[in-house]
């Protein structure tokens, strides 16, 4: 997510119970060793969720490694691996928006993608071979991606006859889900529904 050093995520009124959390590595098919973060419900729900962070969407440091979607999807699949056996949803936000609708067209066997104001960029390259839904969640007022991409791109959707949900915050900022969640705090509850029910929708 986009978001300052010192920010922190929402708290959530009843998170549940957590079996574990925190930091492990992972190594993808390619043999790449990566971070990442998990956290274990005490109670599965048979779901497995894999996120796609960002600091910022044309951050110098994904400019400098170079960061590829077939290596994004190798990645996510380490993760998924990880997580066991069930229907499987990624959820990025901004570059990892941008990366997870893609990931609707790769042979990860996703049910669902979701992406916070991501780069329609990525998804549109592969929009022939979309095969799972998408959720787009996007801000009306984003200064990385302009509302006119985002028609091309539903358009470009919609002329492939390949489904999708669209909800736009008017107003709302770039990174309203966390950098601006006080101030947002109606989208922001709206998009967590959203989420949740297509995930239910699509599980």
């Given at each position: 997510m986009c978001h300052s050093t010192d920010s922190r995520p929402p708290a959530l009124p009843n998170p549940g119970e957590i079996a574990r959390s925190g930091a492990l590595e992972l190594t993808s098919a390619d043999g790449t060793v990566f971070s990442a973060l998990e956290a274990i419900p005490a109670e599965p729900d048979g779901v497995r969720i894999v996120i796609l962070p960002?600091?910022?969407?044309?951050?110098p440091y994904y400019q400098a490694p170079s960061v590829r979607p077939d290596d994004v999807a190798t990645d996510v699949e380490?993760?998924?691996?990880?997580?066991g056996e069930g229907p499987l949803f990624t959820v990025g936000f901004c570059f990892g928006g941008g990366q997870?609708?893609?990931?609707?067209?790769?042979?990860?066997?996703?049910r669902g993608v979701i992406g916070f104001y991501g780069l329609p960029q990525p998804a549109t390259e592969v929009v022939d071979d979309i095969s799972a839904p998408?959720?787009?969640?996007?801000?009306?007022?984003?200064v990385a991606t302009s509302p006119a991409e985002f028609d091309t791109f539903t358009a470009r959707l919609d002329q492939a006859g390949k489904p999708y949900e669209r909800q736009v915050y008017e107003g709302a900022p770039h990174s309203f889900f966390d950098a601006a969640y006080e101030e947002w705090q109606d989208a922001c509850d709206d998009a967590?529904?959203?989420?949740?029910a297509f995930i239910g929708k699509h599980r």
């Open positions: 960002d600091i910022r969407d044309t951050h380490a993760a998924a691996a990880h997580l997870s609708w893609r990931l609707a067209a790769s042979d990860l066997g996703v998408l959720l787009l969640l996007l801000a009306g007022a984003d967590w529904s959203r989420t949740l």
